[in-house]
């Protein structure tokens, strides 16, 4: 059954957990005519999980690939049910990502690509919600990657924001760019800039975005969503 949910393009599976205590306390509260010891409980726990070796865990396997996973410690109903509604577990973009979500995860994917030593950083230029390029961080294109020692400020010791002028490191954004023939943020006409993590030089960035009139919003993704 679960293969041929899995196979539909709109299903989230989501698994259910409790602190160990939680849960042999509410067994013995549900069942007190068949209530067992904490350690009968715990070897019991751990032989539906992990099998006894003649068969597949299929406990531990089944929540290592939920797509949510809720720890249920609550004592009450009104803080469990506070806290499912903020999961939105019924939000279409937990299976199909909004616009932001879609572009922020292939950029994440273009990061995978990147060789600096420093940070792993991916970008996708975008125009009316179709991708123009994409581009990663790294040494350019036939020059040692930093990750062989290609760039000696990003295999040094230089902090974040010092010795600029020895890196020999493209940004993510400056390739995407160039692969679309253009140059600069600025410059090509990008009218709006969605970023995830900040960076140190943030504020310096924002104002020249600010006086150009490039809009710059910082994405949240959605919690436990599965993309």
Known sequence: MLRACAQRPFFVLLSVDAPVLTRWKRSKEKHPANAVSLEQFIQDG???????????????ILQSIS?????????????LHSYLESLALINPERTRPGWDDYFMLL?????????????????????????VSTGYNGTPRGLLNCNQGGCKRCNGT?????????CLCLHAEENALLEAG???IVQSGVTEVVYNKSY????????I???????????????????
């Open 67 to 79: 797509h949510v996973s809720i720890t249920n410690h609550f004592s009450e109903l009104a803080p």
């Open 107 to 131: 950029a994440s994917l273009a990061s995978l690509r990147c060789n600096c030593m420093k940070r792993r950083v991916g970008a996708v230029l975008v125009r009316n919600k179709r991708i």
């Open 46 to 60: 751990d032989k539906e999980r992990f099998g006894n070796g003649d068969q597949d865990p299929l406990n531990d």
């Open 158 to 166: 230089a902090k974040s924001g010092e010795a600029y002028d020895s």
């Open 200 to 207: 140190s030089m943030d504020e310096a960035s924002a104002n």
């Open 209 to 227: 975005f600010k006086e150009a009139g490039v809009i710059l919003r910082q994405h949240s993704p959605p919690r436990d969503y599965p993309i």
């Open 182 to 184: 253009r140059d600069r």
